[in-house]
């Protein structure tokens, strides 16, 4: 028997959840509100997808579908959420054998690609896929291109004590400089929140960049996981110089999005302070690992966050699909007309 295809509804969020829990490639994404939040708040209509065989479900897929023009573009996650991957979910993966592990997800994933094509009618599909699952060959044999994603995974397993000592000597000296100057980091709540978002936007505007997103968007994430979310701030006579916004989810504390540079210049760098303390805070708080996330990926980003703890990177994908015209019109977009607007924006603001 195939697998059929069909859409959860608000009273299937409790089953669809249990399957976030229980398998392996289910993150705090994936849960049923914040997919609903996401919905609201990105223009972009969710199909939240489940597979059954056998009156059982084998996998869940959020997928958001937008329409442009001609374009007609699926995105797992969507554009402006934040999110750094979605993807699928399979489920009761570890009770089952390797053949019927592979049998469900293919027969999945391909009931998915016959529904975006003959169903949606996609011209263009952006996946990025959760940590945990690094099988591409479904999708390369659809016809997918590949590209590889990098977060730093520290295991916190070895205690704070020894993870400080993991730092050089410079290193350490550096932070209690900054602690001298008075330097603290906390945990802070909504109104930090909205600090760090504001600190982010004149950051983006100083580089000119497009910082597209809802400000509505994170306070209602927080007012749904305020007990997920850990808003760290660094801050000093009790002004906030930059902050991140982190969750813990399982036996992981992610650092999600944040660490502006302050408005002027400071050393030593808030930043640092608020890295180290905020590896140390999940260490005590007993969780396993500390996953800095996508920073790994930019050249530019991928030294200043958290290789000073000595972290393993971890690898994940992005799949991607577009007809040749939409592929152009991906091409002009991130090349022209963004940076183009990030530069009128900024000019208007001035």
Same mark, same amino acid.
């Given at each position: 028997?195939?697998?059929?295809?069909?859409?959860?509804?608000?009273?299937?969020?409790?089953?669809?959840?249990?399957?976030?829990?229980?398998?392996?490639?289910?993150?705090?994404?994936?849960?049923?509100?914040?997919?609903?939040?996401?919905?609201?708040?990105?223009?972009?209509?969710?199909?939240?997808?489940?597979?059954?065989?056998?009156?059982?479900?084998?996998?869940?897929?959020?997928?958001?579908?937008?329409?442009?023009?001609?374009?007609?573009?699926?995105?797992?996650?969507?554009?402006?959420?934040?999110?750094?991957?979605?993807?699928?979910?399979?489920?009761?993966?570890?009770?089952?054998?390797?053949?019927?592990?592979?049998?469900?997800?293919?027969?999945f994933q391909d009931a998915v690609e016959h529904f975006l094509k003959q169903e949606l009618h996609?011209?263009?599909?952006?996946?990025?896929?959760? +940590?945990?699952?690094? &099988? !591409?060959?479904?999708?390369?044999?659809?016809? %997918?291109?590949? $590209?590889?994603?990098?977060? /730093?995974?520290?295991?916190?397993?070895?205690?704070?004590?020894?993870?400080?000592?993991?730092?050089?000597?410079?290193?350490?000296?550096?932070?209690?400089?900054?602690?001298?100057?008075?330097?603290?980091?906390?945990?802070?709540?909504?109104?930090?929140?909205?600090?760090?978002?504001d600190l982010m936007e004149i950051r983006y505007a100083q580089q000119e960049k497009i910082l597209?997103?809802?400000?509505?968007?994170?306070?209602?994430?927080?007012?749904?996981?305020?007990?997920?979310?850990?808003?760290?701030?660094?801050?000093?006579?009790?002004?906030?110089?930059?902050?991140?916004?982190?969750?813990?989810?399982?036996?992981?504390?992610?650092?999600?999005?944040?660490?502006?540079?302050?408005?002027?210049?400071?050393? +030593?760098?808030?930043? &640092? !302070?608020?890295?180290?303390?905020?590896?140390? %805070?999940?260490? $005590?708080?007993?969780?396993? /690992?500390?996953?800095?996330?996508?920073?790994?990926?930019?050249k530019r980003l991928h030294a200043y966050y958290v290789t000073k703890f000595n972290p393993e990177?971890?690898?994940?994908?992005?799949?991607?699909?577009?007809?040749?015209?939409?592929?152009?019109?991906?091409?002009?977009?991130?090349?022209?007309?963004?940076?183009?607007?990030?530069?009128?924006?900024?000019?208007?603001?001035?």
């Amino acid at each position: 028997m195939t697998v059929e295809l069909r859409f959860a509804q608000n009273s299937d969020a409790e089953e669809w959840d249990a399957i976030i829990a229980q398998s392996p490639h289910g993150t705090l994404f994936h849960t049923w509100n914040w997919l609903k939040i996401t919905e609201k708040h990105t223009h972009a209509k969710l199909y939240p997808v489940m597979g059954i065989k056998d009156n059982t479900p084998v996998g869940v897929f959020p997928l958001f579908f937008q329409k442009k023009g001609p374009l007609r573009m699926v995105f797992s996650p969507p554009p402006e959420s934040f999110l750094p991957y979605l993807g699928p979910v399979l489920a009761g993966f570890a009770l089952l054998k390797q053949e019927k592990r592979e049998n469900n997800y293919i027969e999945f994933q391909d009931a998915v690609e016959h529904f975006l094509k003959q169903e949606l009618h996609a011209n263009y599909i952006s996946i990025s896929l959760p +940590p945990a699952l690094c &099988d !591409l060959r479904p999708f390369t044999w659809s016809g %997918y291109r590949t $590209e590889p994603l990098y977060d /730093y995974v520290t295991d916190l397993s070895i205690g704070p004590d020894s993870l400080l000592q993991t730092l050089d000597k410079k290193q350490r000296q550096n932070l209690n400089r900054a602690k001298k100057r008075g330097m603290t980091v906390e945990i802070g709540g909504k109104r930090e929140l909205e600090k760090i978002l504001d600190l982010m936007e004149i950051r983006y505007a100083q580089q000119e960049k497009i910082l597209a997103w809802s400000k509505h968007y994170f306070p209602a994430i927080y007012d749904a996981y305020k007990d997920n979310l850990k808003i760290m701030v660094a801050k000093v006579d009790g002004e906030v110089l930059t902050g991140s916004i982190d969750f813990q989810y399982r036996d992981g504390h992610y650092s999600w999005i944040g660490g502006p540079k302050p408005k002027n210049p400071i050393t +030593p760098s808030p930043n &640092d !302070l608020l890295i180290s303390e905020s590896v140390l %805070y999940a260490a $005590e708080q007993g969780c396993r /690992y500390y996953i800095t996330m996508s920073a790994a990926s930019d050249k530019r980003l991928h030294a200043y966050y958290v290789t000073k703890f000595n972290p393993e990177l971890n690898i994940r994908y992005l799949v991607k699909k577009a007809s040749f015209v939409t592929g152009l019109s991906e091409k002009g977009y991130l090349d022209i007309y963004k940076p183009i607007l990030g530069k009128i924006r900024h000019l208007v603001k001035k």
